[in-house]
């Protein structure tokens, strides 16, 4: 291995949103924006002497993305209790699956193809649990430290999750991101999870450099997270290898605000757990016709949408794979295109400027459609077309919808367009000529004096136009004056 070699692995935690209620009992799984503590029952309360009762959909969900992962599922799923003692978990147990001792989780094995800057790669899937998600500690200050007491909300409770766990088979913080990108559009596409909501993907990291001690870093939120929690952490790793020091084998917890990774509690170790089978919950058979069932409905998928849309749409297959990493994206694109034609302005306008800003300022997908949607694409891909803007000011339309949710139309009404420009440049140029005909006629002896012309009319934009198109326009009327 060579010196600094980073190897990453995944560990990804999805609540299956799709689900109208809890894993085990009646309650909503749309817990978000509740009272504390309203979206509860003795079930998900772990009180003593009830009964969970599996909801056979999440079974049927789980079965979906380990066909879409090309995951062997088990024959039968067998629920484990896994013990451990902290205020989020009720019962003191959460239940789960296990992969050892004879137990099987509900899928093992299977593969993700990425797209790494035009290069294919498989990322290998190590196995797929279901479980119930826990509940949440609420901090009054927002810092553990900073207050006097914790609160504990069971609304989240129960809700269902998917646990998938992929191999080490990720080099760099950018392949990681680029696979939880992919992952939460297949989870999307097959109506498993809506990613975007706050909590719905957590993903948990495990990052060793130079084949040094492996570090977790645990609950981090989002794609665009990950690529940054992990450069900080190699960072930080590499800083004490080279400083001398040693990289001890911890746990790690992200914080998003401050952009830093910090130390966080001993984990247990795998014994500790004392995992048995759950004596609650009978194993569940997955019959052939159950799988088959499910992968009859099997929506389309990503690689096989990316192929359709470079195909339909003459767009690409570089552009075609990164539009899918986002359904809505996608959804967005095709609408769009259908809409105003030109595909592949509509492509470059969506990859190349929509993403960029939206990463830049941080600000939410589903946020960043609303403000260029379709309507204002079409306007864009009109004026683009007709010569009001050019590619330069087309793009700095784009950036002003996104960041500041303006309409092109109003832009254009504000005389901020190509043509405008040239026209008022052409005005300044009149005046300049008008002000100074010596040096006009100078000019038009020495080609050499335009300078002094294009230093005027620069003088009167205070430098804001550019001077090549300047220079032009006077060549074009010198042209005409010694005509
Ligand atoms: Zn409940
Ligand atoms: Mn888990």
Redesign the pocket.
């Known amino acids: 291995m060579s010196n600094n070699e980073v190897v990453i692995g995944l560990e990804v935690h999805v609540q299956v949103t799709s689900l109208r209620t ?1 894993l085990f ?3 909503s799984s749309d817990y978000r924006d509740k009272p504390p503590n309203t979206n ?2 003795p ?2 309360l772990g009180l003593p002497g009830v009964l969970p009762v599996l909801n056979k959909k999440a079974i049927e969900k789980a079965i979906a993305v380990a066909l879409a992962l090309n995951s062997k599922i088990s024959e039968e799923i067998v629920f484990v209790r896994k013990h451990y003692f902290y205020p989020d978990l009720p019962k003191n147990y959460q239940i789960s699956q296990y992969d050892r001792y004879g137990l099987v989780p509900v899928a093992v094995g299977g593969s993700v193809t990425i797209d790494v800057g035009g290069l294919s790669k498989t990322v290998r899937i190590r196995r797929i649990n279901i479980e119930e998600d826990t509940g949440r500690i609420v901090y009054p200050e927002k810092t553990v430290l900073g207050s006097k007491y914790a609160l504990v909300d069971y609304n989240r409770a ?1 809700i269902a999750l998917l646990e998938i766990v992929t191999e080490p088979d990720f080099r760099s913080p950018r392949e990681a991101r680029i696979f939880l990108e992919k992952l939460a559009s297949i989870l999307e596409h097959l109506d498993v999870a809506d990613t975007s909501l706050e909590g719905a993907m957590r993903a948990d990291a495990n990052v060793s450099v130079g084949g040094k001690a492996r570090v977790e870093i645990k609950n981090i939120g989002s794609p665009r997270d990950l690529e940054k929690a992990l450069s900080y952490e190699i960072t930080r790793q590499l800083n004490i290898v080279k400083s001398g020091g040693v990289i001890e084998r911890e746990t790690r917890h992200w914080i998003k605000e401050r952009g830093i990774t910090v130390p966080s509690r001993a984990k247990e170790l795998e014994g500790e757990y004392r995992y048995f089978p759950d004596p609650d919950l009978p194993p569940v058979p997955v019959t052939a016709e159950l799988i088959e069932k499910v992968a009859s409905s099997l929506p389309e998928l990503p690689d096989s949408r990316a192929k359709r849309i470079s195909r339909e749409y003459g767009v690409g297959d570089y552009m075609a794979s990164v539009l899918v990493l986002h359904k809505r994206l996608c959804d967005h694109f095709e609408h769009a295109a259908r809409a105003c034609g030109n595909p592949k302005l509509v492509s470059s306008i969506l990859i190349n400027e929509f993403l960029r800003w939206l990463d830049e300022a941080d600000i939410p997908l589903s946020v960043g459609i609303l403000r260029l949607s379709t309507d204002r694409i079409c306007k864009l891909v009109q004026y683009f077309e007709k010569g009001v803007v050019s590619i330069k000011l087309l793009k700095e339309y784009v950036r002003l919808a996104v960041l500041e949710d303006r309409d092109p139309e109003d832009l254009v009404k504000q005389g901020i367009t190509t043509i405008g420009e040239e026209e008022e440049l052409e005005r300044l140029v009149d005046e300049v000529f008008k002000e100074n005909p010596k040096a006009v006629s100078d000019a038009l002896r020495d080609p050499k004096a335009i300078n002094f012309l294009v230093g005027q009319v620069m003088k009167k934009t205070k430098g804001r136009a550019d001077p090549k198109i300047v220079n032009e326009i006077i060549k074009r009327r010198l042209a005409e004056y010694g005509s």
Request: aromatic share 0%.
């Open positions: 809890k009992c009646g309650c509860v029952c079930v998900c129960g």
